[in-house]
């Protein structure tokens, strides 16, 4: 049965135990080579073009997922602004061009983005899914955090963070404006039928081993709790803790093992359990509070290991940090462009033979 995905996951949301674990998979679609007939470019401005490529994809694997994740070009709201990217050969990094928050004094340039005029493409992804799969199969869209998005589209680190130091006043103006229009779009996605959102902070870097306690909570957290608060009817808000290999906030600063992320209003939480903060670990910590999601190494096993060493991380994933619920087997960040789809059906196949609990 179709609805026994919702009800999965909803099982897991509340830290409950469900009838076998729910997977999920996401990464740049359509920037994958097995969905060839569709454009990542073209997804960025054309709504219809990313529904069908998510919805390509759930008919591509041999199992469909239990959550769907949709995951535009991250910089989907700097582009409304007019910073512009280079899309080349359906690559899933483009190229930065130009930013719109050049000089301190552009930040009062933006303006609040109205989810139904400037964001109606990402909206009506939204709405195409929310039609073609109902309630179904749950499905979240993706936001990165404001000063994800201030960093690495809308402006650069160099930019941030000068202004955070001489002119602190013009970056929190942007920072505002930001927040506001995630919020409002964010409501939209679920007015339209999203089950919630993706949440996103981290991502790209340059922010655990550069921004002290203090920072983050005055440049990040503040901004990101008003965007989650705003969304506290939404049944799934998932917290994606970004890192890569220069840093993670388990090495810069402790964070994650001290339960500094259980200030986040938030359902359940993703980070690479693979890099810093073994999934077992963090159950320990969070698992009274949020679901844990995570699980398979998108950097190793997903993109170089064999369908064998994949459903050998799933099972021991679901050994570790499944036990009495509350956990998803899903990456530590988006999948590469180039895992194979082989490796996306082992997930499923391996949590079809080792996900179902005991009753
Ligand atoms: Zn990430």
Redesign the pocket.
């Known amino acids: 049965m179709e609805s026994d995905r919702f009800e999965r996951v909803m099982a897991v949301m509340r830290r409950d135990v469900p009838d076998r674990v729910p997977w999920a998979l996401w990464g740049h679609f359509p920037a994958v080579p097995f969905l060839r007939y569709y454009s990542w470019e073209k997804a960025n401005r054309d709504g219809e073009e990313s529904a069908k490529a998510h919805i390509a994809l759930l008919r591509a694997l041999d199992y469909k997922m239990d959550l769907l994740k949709v995951t535009p070009y991250y910089r989907y709201m700097a582009c409304q602004w007019g910073s512009r990217f280079r899309f080349v050969d359906n690559q899933e990094d483009a190229e930065t061009v130009d930013v719109v928050v050049k000089e301190t004094a552009d930040w009062g340039k933006l303006w609040v983005l109205d989810p139904r005029k400037e964001l109606r493409e990402n909206l009506r992804a939204v709405e195409i899914l929310a039609r073609d799969m109902g309630r179904r199969m749950p499905f979240i869209y993706t936001i990165p955090s404001p000063l994800v998005q201030a960093l690495h589209g809308i402006s650069t680190p160099e930019r941030v963070y000068g202004d955070m130091k001489n002119q602190p006043d013009a970056l929190k103006e942007g920072l505002e404006i930001i927040t506001q229009t995630c919020i409002d779009f964010a409501r939209a996605c679920v007015d339209e039928g999203a089950t919630g959102i993706f949440f996103?902070i981290g991502?790209g870097g340059q922010i655990w081993s550069r921004m002290s306690r203090e920072q983050l909570e005055e440049y990040g957290l503040n901004y990101d709790k008003k965007i989650l608060d705003a969304l506290s009817h939404a049944p799934i808000r998932l917290l994606?803790i970004?890192s890569n290999d220069q840093e993670d906030p388990q090495k810069d600063g402790g964070l994650m093992e001290e339960g500094w992320f259980k200030r986040y209003p938030v359902e359940a939480i993703n980070w690479w359990d693979k890099s810093f903060t073994p999934a077992p670990v963090a159950k320990e910590i969070y698992g009274d509070k949020f679901c844990i999601v995570g699980g398979v190494d998108q950097r190793q096993t997903m993109l170089h290991g064999t369908p064998q060493q994949i459903e050998k991380e799933v099972k021991a994933a679901i050994e570790g940090a499944g036990k009495d619920g509350g956990f998803i087997i899903g990456p530590g960040?988006?999948l590469f462009q180039d895992t194979p789809l082989a490796n996306y059906n082992a997930v499923a196949r391996a949590v079809e033979k080792y996900g179902v609990y005991k009753r």
Request: net charge neutral.
């Open positions: 996103g991502g994606h970004c960040c988006t």
